[in-house]
């Protein structure tokens, strides 16, 4: 199973606006991840347990990761409207040549999926777009998602969703 | 000049010298290590000679270049500080108003759950023992928008995308209302209860069973956009008694302002509205 380190890692060197990388975008793309390889492969890419907090899809590993981490730095601030921010940078360039040494192609390619499916979406456009995944419609809030499970019942739904 | 404005001098001029020493000292050291040569040589014409030779004219002409090429650069990084603190501002803001979007659709249901509760007690003037919920035709199956019910446990939603051909949310997008006012009592006779919503509805007893809220009689009603030609939503009024709701009445207010209500927050907030449809033309 790919490290959560090395996801980071390659997230935050591959996506193509580092400025933009919050602890929540990135912990949604990461939940996107999970998402897609529960759909496509019947298991998540990472061993996360995802909870649908009050913050969507939400887990507390990646923000704990990158401040525990030498590799990762984390600034943290506050927004002139007084609310907390923090943004996630990779420092290490070493990974990059060895190629994150746990992730496989077929994680890396879903990884790039990700990527591509919402950098070019606006904010607006990638909260719906997380928001109006299945586990999210369907389940209750404070429930933790099973995606892995959940990806089987989407499976049997989607048909009959629009094109 | 009054005591303010000195402090306020002393203030810049102290945040002057303590952004620019470091480049003040290093045009002040230039000139000084090349006077260094001035100095020291015999200076028998006086200072003619800083004009007259090429040595004193090359001296002269780098003095002035080291004293315009630092002005030059103090005022490009003074520029490039402000585009930087700009910037951040810029990124704060951009920051801050990600997360109002977040909160905007992270609140949705709970926005319109709000909107419903209005409709609900204020316009219809039901209580406790009854219901609202707006429905989305997405595809073949509908998708739960927004519920309110003062009862906790019937404001509680189990799932939130039901197939399109069961019950009176599926005949009332198809025939814009329909009604069922009087199921039988599931207290009473529970296996007429399951049974009616079987042969009435299309209801199967395991899609019953899962409800939560075992209603004696609901009033379905689609909604229009204001052209009223394509249908937006269905909305469904139910009770848990019967004799409380009447068809008349919740296809009159939902033809009238609280079909209007409905139908504005649904317009307003669709940008932020969660859709199943959309993740799958995503591919997730």
Redesign the interface.
Known sequence: MAELRDIVAYLCDRYPYP??L?N??LTKMIY?AD??SA?EREEQLTNLSWEFS???PYVPNVIRLARSEKDFEVKR?E???G?Q?ELVRYKAESDAAAGYSTLKPEDKDLLD?VIH?VEDKS??EF???V????P???Q?RYSILDLVNLAKEYKE??P???? | MNHYSQTGWKKRIGGWIREYWSRGAVVAGAVLFSSVGLILSPQVEGWRWLLTSWPGRIFVLGVVLTLFGNAATWRREKRLAGLQQEVTELEEQVAALEDRVETRTRDYYAQFRTELARVLKEELGYGDTERISVYRHRGRTFQLLGRYSENPQFDRRTTRLYPDHQGVVAKAWEDRTAAELSLPDPEGDEASYYQTLEEKWSMDEETTRQLTMRSRALVGCAIYEPKGVDREAVVIVESARVGTITREEVVRAMEGEAGSRIYEFLEREESNEPDPNYAKEQDY
Not at chain 1, 131 to 134: K, L, V
Not at chain 1, 160 to 163: A, C, D, R, T
């Open positions: 400025n933009e919050s929540a975008r996107l998402w897609k759909i009050h913050y969507g601030g927004t002139i409207y609310d921010k999926f499916s904010f607006t909260v719906k777009l928001y109006s995944t299945y999210i419609v369907t209750e739904v989607a009959l969703l629009g094109s």
